[in-house]
Nanobody
Framework: QVQLVESGGGLVQAGGSLRLSCAVSGGTFSRYTMGWFRQAPGKERECVAIISSRFGGTYYADSVKGRFTISRDNAKNTVYLQMNSLKPEDTAVYHC?????????????????WGQGTQVTVSS
């Protein structure tokens, strides 16, 4: 069974940076397209960034383009989200998710496996 464990969240001032990590076990990581999603209180879960299992193609939500960078290390079975120039509106629980397909999709229901989430809080 595939398991995902996120780490790296915390409290940071606006303009600061954080790096989230998601360690994957129990599956063939290189076959998985990985996504980072976030959910703020009272809001729906939204897709932030995706990295494909095929050639490392990426997708970013407009709200994070130019500030966030998703990457993966297949040797370490880990996906990362580097978050720079953080804003208070980035405050949310961040989840990583995986799907056993090279196709990047933003629909949460298309992802097979989810981590428990890590809290990111950006103070103004």
């Amino acid at each position: 069974q595939v398991q995902l464990v996120e780490s790296g969240g915390g409290l940071v001032q606006a303009g600061g940076s954080l790096r989230l990590s998601c360690a994957v076990s129990g599956g063939t990581f290189s076959r998985y397209t990985m996504g980072w999603f976030r959910q703020a209180p009272g809001k729906e879960r939204e897709c932030v960034a995706i990295i494909s299992s095929r050639f490392g193609g990426t997708y970013y939500a407009d709200s994070v383009k130019g500030r966030f960078t998703i990457s993966r290390d297949n040797a370490k079975n880990t996906v990362y989200l580097q978050m720079n120039s953080l804003k208070p509106e980035d405050t949310a629980v961040y989840h990583c998710a995986g799907r056993n397909s090279p196709v990047m999709v933003t629909n949460t229901r298309q992802y097979d496996t989810w981590g428990q989430g890590t809290q990111v809080t950006v103070s103004s």
